[in-house]
C-alpha cells in the first residue's frame, strides 16, 4: 500500500493565498460599490440643472436657445444612460439574496408570457409556448427568476428587430425543470458564444452587457445552471436548469 504525503506548509499556503485573494475582490467590490454610489449623488444634481435649463430655454423663442436646447436634449439622453449604467452596476455586485418558496416553474412561465403579451404584439412577435404536462415544483425566488425571463425575452426581442417567434419550452429531466427560450433571430457567432455571459460584453449599441451575466448569476445562485446554443441567421436558445424540490424529482 502507497501513502501521499501532503506538504502541509504548501497547503496552508496555498489557503492563505485563496483567502487573501477573496478578501481583495470583497474589498474591491466594496470600493467600486461605494464609488458607484457617490457618482449618483452629483449626477442627480446634474439631471436636475439640464431640467431647469431646459425649461429656462423653452421660454425663449429663438434659433439660437432652440440649437442650445437640441445639445442640452442629447446630454440629458446620456446622463439617463450613465444613471442607468450604475444602476445595473449596482445591482450586478449587490449579493443575491434569495426569497424562497415553492413554485411551479409552468406558472411562471405563463405569468411572464402574460406580462410580455403586450409588448410582443407591439414588435410583431409571436409568443408560443410547449409546457410539461405535470407540475415542475422548485423550491426558488419567484421574482428573480422572473427577471432572467425578461431579460432573455428582451434579448430575443433586439435580436428579432423586424419580428418574428418565441418559444417558451417546459420539461423536467433527471431531477431539474428545464426552461428553454428560442427565437429565430439573427443568431449570435460561435467566437462570440464563450463570452455571452461575461460581465460588460454586448454585441448591442448601448447595452450595458451584464443582463446575461447577473441572470446567470441568479441560476447559480439557485444551484442552477443556464447555457446558449446559436446558429448564425436562424435563432438562438437558452436553456435553464433548476433543481426540483425533493418530494417532486422522483
Not at 40 to 45: D, E, G, M
Not at 63 to 78: D, G, L, P
Not at 83 to 103: M, V
Not at 187 to 214: C, D, Q, R, V
Amino acid at each position: 500500500m502507497k501513502y501521499e504525503f501532503i506538504n502541509m506548509s504548501q497547503y496552508h499556503s496555498q489557503n492563505a493565498q485563496e483567502t487573501s485573494t477573496q478578501s481583495e475582490l470583497e474589498e474591491l467590490s466594496r470600493l467600486t460599490g461605494g464609488l458607484a454610489h457617490e457618482m449618483k449623488n452629483p449626477l442627480s444634481i446634474i439631471k436636475v440643472n439640464l431640467k431647469l435649463i431646459s425649461e429656462d430655454l423653452a421660454a425663449s423663442k429663438n434659433e439660437n436657445t432652440a440649437r442650445a436646447a437640441r445639445k442640452i436634449a442629447v446630454v440629458q439622453k446620456e446622463t439617463d444612460r450613465l444613471e442607468q449604467i450604475l444602476e445595473d452596476f449596482l445591482r450586478y455586485i449587490r449579493k443575491t439574496e434569495l426569497h424562497l418558496s415553492s413554485i411551479d416553474i409552468n406558472k411562471l412561465v405563463i405569468d411572464m408570457v402574460d406580462f410580455y403579451s403586450p409588448q410582443a404584439v407591439s414588435r410583431s412577435i409571436t409568443l408560443r409556448t410547449a409546457l410539461c404536462s405535470q407540475p415542475l415544483i422548485c423550491y426558488a425566488d419567484s421574482n428573480s427568476l422572473k427577471q432572467v425571463l425578461l431579460n432573455l425575452f428582451i434579448n430575443a426581442q433586439q435580436a428579432m428587430p423586424g419580428g418574428g417567434e418565441l418559444l417558451m419550452r417546459t420539461q423536467k429531466t433527471n431531477g431539474h425543470a428545464v426552461i428553454i427560450v428560442s427565437d429565430t433571430g439573427k443568431g449570435i457567432e460561435p467566437e462570440n458564444l464563450e463570452k455571452i455571459f461575461h460581465a460588460y460584453y454586448s454585441t448591442k449599441t448601448g447595452g450595458s452587457g451584464l443582463g446575461l451575466s447577473a441572470s446567470k448569476k441568479i441560476i447559480e445562485a439557485h444551484k442552477g445552471s443556464i447555457k446558449v446554443d446559436s446558429i448564425p441567421g436562424k435563432g438562438t436558445s437558452f436553456t435553464i436548469l433548476l433543481p426540483l424540490d425533493k418530494n417532486d424529482a422522483e
